[in-house]
């Protein structure tokens, strides 16, 4: 069974700092991961999705890379924003099923 | 486009009873998932559809059932609602599994009692 972990649970930068939220998982038979961002009372939001093969996406501030073999995923916010506050969950495609992390709330202090 | 769009938005149940969570999407995706979401952790998988008439059990589908009689609506139905089953609901959707991503509805944050 595939298992997702989210570390640090909790980060609190002050504005415009650069971060890494880190995701792992341990099973390497995946077809995608995905980065979520979710706010207070709200559904999820797609920020990236990195196909198996590929080893990293680019959107705007963020940056998200994958290396299968070792287990990891990291999603890099540039230049962090009050605005980027919220929860950044990962998410892994094994086929028909997805397993999410717990999660990572980022507090960006203005 | 609405995309996802789940109904009700909050429920108190009594132990016992029984709810069906509506979710509609109006995007012509084929699958469909419903997750349950508990304090702190993250989703868990309950069931899934990869098209009219066909759905399939995730990480946690006891306690719930579902049905798939048209492609826009995916109905989870509880039965003898329990306090284990506190918790928000989310619904998604997508074209396909493997390639692309899944969009989600608001949620529907059930509490027993």
């Known amino acids: 069974k595939q298992e997702v972990t989210q570390i640090p649970a909790a980060l609190s930068v002050p504005e415009g700092e650069n971060l890494v939220l880190n995701c792992s998982f341990t099973?390497?038979?995946?077809?995608?991961l995905q980065w979520f961002r979710q706010d207070p009372g709200k559904g999820l939001t797609s920020l990236l999705l990195?196909?198996?093969?590929?080893r990293e996406q680019t959107s705007g501030r963020l940056n998200a890379s994958l290396d299968k073999s070792s287990g990891r995923s990291t999603l890099y916010i540039a230049a962090s924003q009050p605005g980027d506050s919220a929860t950044y969950l990962c998410?892994?495609?094994?086929?028909?099923?997805?397993?999410f992390g717990t999660g990572t709330s980022l507090t960006v202090i203005p | 486009n609405a995309g996802v769009t789940q109904t009700p938005k909050f429920r108190i149940l009594k132990i016992g009873q029984s709810m069906t969570l509506q979710c509609t999407q109006d995007?012509?995706?084929?699958?469909m998932y419903w997750y349950r979401q508990d304090p702190g952790m993250g989703l868990k998988l309950i069931y899934y559809?990869?098209?009219?008439?066909?759905?399939d059990k995730g990480e946690v589908p006891n306690g719930y059932n579902v049905s798939r009689s048209t492609t826009e609506d995916f109905p989870l139905r509880l039965e003898l609602a329990a306090p284990s089953q506190t918790s928000v609901y989310f619904c998604?959707?997508?074209?396909?599994?493997?390639?692309?991503?899944?969009?989600f509805g608001p949620g529907t944050r059930l509490l027993v009692l």
């Open positions: 995007m012509n995706h084929n699958y």
């Open positions: 990195i196909q198996s093969s590929q």
């Open positions: 998604a959707s997508g074209h396909r599994a493997q390639g692309e991503t899944q969009y």
């Open positions: 998410a892994l495609n094994t086929g028909n099923q997805f397993y």
């Open positions: 099973d390497s038979a995946i077809y995608n």
């Open positions: 559809s990869v098209g009219a008439g066909i759905t």
